[in-house]
Structure formats: structure tokens, C-alpha cells
């Protein structure tokens, strides 16, 4: 389940048996794999079209399984095996061919895809004497290379017409895609966007897990009810956390309801893999994740009087950066004054603890902190049921708000109100309630409540004071 691009690997690890086989692991260099492998499987008497269409078609067949993690996500130490009953055959330690090897060396860094899919295609292949398949005929291709086709027409002849040819691909160390951290609710990344969408698409085949309305990268309740669905729908404990187990089994199901291991493939479009996320936040940067950041140092500057107070206004200044550094050096974090991963772990973390310790719910005329993850159509949480006191309560005052059911679940009533807010108090209207809807939403609820609530021999036209 990787969310990056395919790349080439440094190196490829090979299992010398069967899956399950008790089998010793060789780790070499990927042109060196595909270089044994086309010597181990065809002949360097054929034609040159046919012997390049045979090396195109085993290259992409590697990449499909080191890229989907075919066997670690299985929980497998290696990324083939040389059994050819499943995957290609190599013979280790043997001599190459000089012309296979040449020619390796000259088109290892490209790969088959099929148009609109970014993943290398499963070119399911055989011999197609002793064994037929769907995919490719080896024997076959030296036929169609002595009629005169070309590669790229030979490889169009057994996989369809609606093919390309990925070239000059980055070749880099390949590592595992789970994440560094576990993710859990809160957390905001390309890893659980890829989480989020490859959950829908399962879902089609398992109704009972829960669409997530809005996968954008940001881990909230809808997203964590999701996870504990499956957890539980696939024997594994159920705590809305997904940590490498999670991972793998979410990328194991994922391969095998879109088929990615087969050549009718359904495919990953770019969109489901392109990075939205830097990373990093830092001096310069502006919007809502700056917005959250400054959210958070200003109610920890409440309690650590080493963390200043900063202003909640979306601008990543000076200030905001003075901030971050006083926050780092009281955590014991590298000074950077830049919030990566390592920063924001300990910043949303230290917030989450203090919010545990107040009961989230709707108490008439609190105002409660931001609950640390943003509200947005599909969550149902005991802090929607907080948010929609609140706008039930201001619709009183203002005809542009309207009125909605303290129900908990965040539906189209909600986003409404929601959109309507932000339009009032001069927001974008996202419809999704961040760090800063939520601080103005509860500002603008403290306002109109303590305004409406007259002292005691207070009343209409009466002076206090005379």
C-alpha cells in the first residue's frame, strides 16, 4: 500500500524456494536480478524485439510485487521468490548472457503500466509451450518479433492496447511504506490518506466498514470508526490505531479487492498517490494547519510558562517561531523552530493529555477547548453533539444560522450551519470545523450566552451602578 510513485529498488531480496518453503533470502542488485532472471528464462539467440519485450515484462512483474509488498504484507522477510509456480525463476550464482546483460543495463529503469494507473503491471507471463497463460507467451514473441513487431507492439499484443511504457523511472533504496509512527486520531499525513482512501474502496466489498466522507489526509473519528471496523472485521484488535499490523493487512485486502496482483488489474490512479503533505510547517507558511499549531501553543502557554503566547492568526511569523522553539527546547526536541513530525507528535500529544482530563460534553454556558481533531461531514462524536449545542444555541440570536438537532453525527444539517458560521465571522467556508472555526464558534457562543444572562436585580432599563 504504498502512497508514492513507483521507483526502482537499489536491490530486491530473494526468497531461493516456495513461499512457505524453508528457504535461505539472497539480497542483489535489481539489474542483477533481472539480468538472472532473463538469462534463467529465455534465450539470447532470439530475436532482439522479442528478448527486450520478455525483459520489460519481468521487470514490471518484479516491481508489481516489491511495490504492492506482495509477500512483506504478508509479513514475509524477502520481496520474491525464484519458485516459478509463483514468480520468476532464478538461478543464483549463475553466469548472464552478454547481450541480456547489455540490454538490462539499458532498460531496467522502465516499466509496463496500464494508461490512467500509476502501479508497474502485474505482465503475467509463461513459456507458452509446456505452460499457457493470459499474459505473455515467451516462445510467442520471438513469432511476433520475426513478423517484424516491435517491443512496445509485442508487449501491446498479449496486454492490450491501452499500455505504456514508464522510462527513465528514479531508481532509489526501497523501504517498507508503513509508517514511522503508528497513526491514530489526530494525526494528519499522506499515510492516512492512504489509509482513508484504501478503506473506502474495501468497504465496497465489506458494507459493514464505514465510508469516510472527506479522505483528506487528516485522521478523525469517522476515520478511526472505520479502522476498528475492520480491525474487527479481520481478527485484529480492535483500537482504531493502525500500526504495522493494521497497515499490512489494510494493504494485503487492498491488493486483493482491486486485484493489483492480477492483469485485469482495477489499478491506483495518480490522485490516490500524490503527496499533499510537506511534512514540515515553518517560517513563511500560512493556512490552517499554521492555524492548528499556533491553537495549540496558545492554551499550552497557559500552563508552561516557558511557551509564550502566540497569536491564532494562520501566518507562520517571528513570533510563532520563537514559540515553537520555547516549546522544543521545554520538550527536549531539537531547536529547529520548524514543526515536523517529531514536534508535532509532542505538541498534539501534551494537548490531548490536558483535554482528557475535561469531560467533553455540553455543559450550558462552558466554553470547551478545541477537541483536537477538525469536525467535518460523517464524524459522529460526542464533540459534534458539543459543536451543534453551540449553533443551536446561537441561531437564537442570528437569523443567518440555522438551527440544528444536537444529534452528534456531523450530516448536511451541520455543514450548513457550518458554512453559515464561517460566512458570518469571516471564514473560509470549508465546512469543516478546525482549530480556528471551533475558537470562533465558541467564542461567539460565550458572547451571545454571558450577554443573555442578566445579575440579579439586573433588568431591562435599568442602570447598573445608580
Known amino acids: 500500500m504504498d502512497a508514492r510513485i513507483p521507483t526502482i529498488p537499489e536491490s530486491i531480496t530473494v526468497h531461493l524456494g516456495a513461499p512457505s518453503a524453508n528457504a535461505p533470502n539472497v539480497t542483489v542488485p535489481f539489474t542483477e536480478y533481472i539480468t538472472n532472471v532473463a538469462s534463467s528464462e529465455i534465450y539470447p539467440t532470439w530475436p532482439e524485439s522479442a528478448i527486450r519485450a520478455n525483459i520489460y515484462a519481468q521487470i514490471s512483474f518484479a516491481l508489481n510485487r516489491v511495490y504492492t509488498e506482495f509477500y512483506r504484507s504478508r509479513g514475509y522477510d524477502f520481496d520474491i521468490t525464484n519458485s516459478t509456480a509463483f514468480d520468476q525463476s532464478f538461478v543464483n550464482n549463475r553466469d548472464y548472457f552478454e547481450n541480456i546483460s547489455r540490454i538490462v543495463d539499458e532498460i531496467f529503469n522502465s516499466y509496463v503500466v496500464?494508461?490512467?494507473?500509476?502501479?508497474?503491471?502485474?505482465?503475467?507471463?509463461?513459456?507458452?509451450?509446456?505452460?499457457?497463460?493470459?499474459?505473455?507467451?515467451?516462445?510467442?514473441?520471438?513469432?511476433?518479433?520475426?513478423?517484424?513487431?516491435?517491443?512496445?507492439?509485442?508487449?501491446?499484443?498479449?496486454?492490450?492496447?491501452?499500455?505504456?511504457?514508464?522510462?527513465?523511472?528514479?531508481?532509489?533504496?526501497?523501504?517498507?511504506?508503513?509508517?514511522?509512527?503508528?497513526?491514530?486520531?489526530?494525526?494528519?499525513?499522506?499515510?492516512?490518506?492512504?489509509?482513508?482512501?484504501?478503506?473506502?474502496?474495501?468497504?465496497?466489498?465489506?458494507?459493514?466498514?464505514?465510508?469516510?466522507?472527506?479522505?483528506?489526509?487528516?485522521?478523525?473519528?469517522?476515520?478511526?470508526?472505520?479502522?476498528?471496523?475492520?480491525?474487527?472485521?479481520?481478527?485484529?484488535?480492535?483500537?482504531?490505531?493502525?500500526?504495522?499490523?493494521?497497515?499490512?493487512?489494510?494493504?494485503?485486502?487492498?491488493?486483493?479487492?482491486?486485484?493489483?496482483?492480477?492483469?485485469?488489474?482495477?489499478?491506483?490512479?495518480?490522485?490516490?498517490?500524490?503527496?499533499?503533505?510537506?511534512?514540515?510547517?515553518?517560517?513563511?507558511?500560512?493556512?490552517?494547519?499554521?492555524?492548528?499549531?499556533?491553537?495549540?501553543?496558545?492554551?499550552?502557554?497557559?500552563?508552561?510558562?516557558?511557551?509564550?503566547?502566540?497569536?491564532?492568526?494562520?501566518?507562520?511569523?517571528?513570533?510563532?517561531?520563537?514559540?515553537?522553539?520555547?516549546?522544543?527546547?521545554?520538550?527536549?526536541?531539537?531547536?529547529?523552530?520548524?514543526?515536523?513530525?517529531?514536534?508535532?507528535?509532542?505538541?498534539?500529544?501534551?494537548?490531548?493529555?490536558?483535554?482528557?482530563?475535561?469531560?467533553?460534553?455540553?455543559?450550558?454556558?462552558?466554553?470547551?477547548?478545541?477537541?483536537?481533531?477538525?469536525?467535518r461531514f460523517g464524524v459522529e462524536s460526542d464533540s459534534v453533539r458539543v459543536l451543534q449545542e453551540y449553533i443551536g444555541f446561537i441561531s437564537q440570536f442570528i437569523d443567518e444560522i440555522p438551527f440544528v438537532s444536537p444529534t452528534g453525527y456531523f450530516g448536511t444539517q451541520t455543514r450548513d450551519a457550518v458554512y453559515a458560521l464561517q460566512a458570518f465571522v469571516g471564514l473560509p467556508q470549508s465546512g469543516v470545523v478546525a482549530a480556528n472555526t471551533w475558537n470562533e464558534i465558541s467564542s461567539l457562543y460565550s458572547d451571545l450566552y454571558n450577554g443573555s444572562r442578566l445579575s440579579d436585580g439586573q433588568y431591562p432599563g435599568y442602570e447598573i451602578g445608580i
Not at 500524490?274 to 492548528?292: E, I, R
Not at 509532542?346 to 477537541?371: C, D, H, M, R, S
Request: with cysteine.
Open 114 to 375: 496500464r494508461q490512467g494507473n500509476v502501479e508497474p503491471l502485474f505482465t503475467q507471463y509463461c513459456d507458452g509451450i509446456e505452460v499457457s497463460c493470459p499474459g505473455l507467451s515467451q516462445w510467442g514473441t520471438v513469432t511476433l518479433a520475426e513478423q517484424g513487431m516491435t517491443p512496445f507492439e509485442i508487449l501491446q499484443y498479449y496486454y492490450g492496447n491501452d499500455i505504456n511504457i514508464i522510462r527513465n523511472a528514479p531508481v532509489m533504496n526501497v523501504s517498507s511504506s508503513a509508517p514511522a509512527r503508528p497513526l491514530s486520531v489526530g494525526a494528519a499525513s499522506d499515510e492516512v490518506r492512504a489509509v482513508q482512501i484504501r478503506l473506502n474502496r474495501i468497504s465496497d466489498n465489506y458494507p459493514s466498514i464505514p465510508k469516510i466522507a472527506i479522505p483528506d489526509g487528516v485522521f478523525s473519528f469517522d476515520t478511526e470508526d472505520a479502522v476498528k471496523r475492520f480491525q474487527e472485521v479481520f481478527s485484529l484488535t480492535p483500537d482504531g490505531i493502525v500500526g504495522n499490523a493494521t497497515w499490512y493487512k489494510i494493504q494485503r485486502i487492498y491488493n486483493a479487492v482491486k486485484r493489483l496482483n492480477e492483469l485485469d488489474s482495477e489499478g491506483i490512479r495518480l490522485d490516490e498517490v500524490t503527496a499533499q503533505f510537506t511534512g514540515t510547517t515553518s517560517l513563511g507558511d500560512t493556512g490552517p494547519s499554521v492555524v492548528n499549531i499556533q491553537y495549540l501553543l496558545a492554551y499550552l502557554s497557559q500552563f508552561y510558562n516557558t511557551v509564550p503566547l502566540v497569536d491564532i492568526d494562520g501566518i507562520f511569523g517571528q513570533n510563532t517561531a520563537a514559540a515553537v522553539r520555547s516549546f522544543q527546547d521545554t520538550f527536549d526536541i531539537p531547536v529547529t523552530g520548524e514543526v515536523d513530525l517529531e514536534t508535532w507528535d509532542a505538541l498534539y500529544k501534551t494537548y490531548i493529555g490536558f483535554l482528557e482530563t475535561i469531560p467533553f460534553k455540553y455543559v450550558e454556558g462552558n466554553v470547551l477547548p478545541y477537541p483536537g481533531v477538525p469536525l
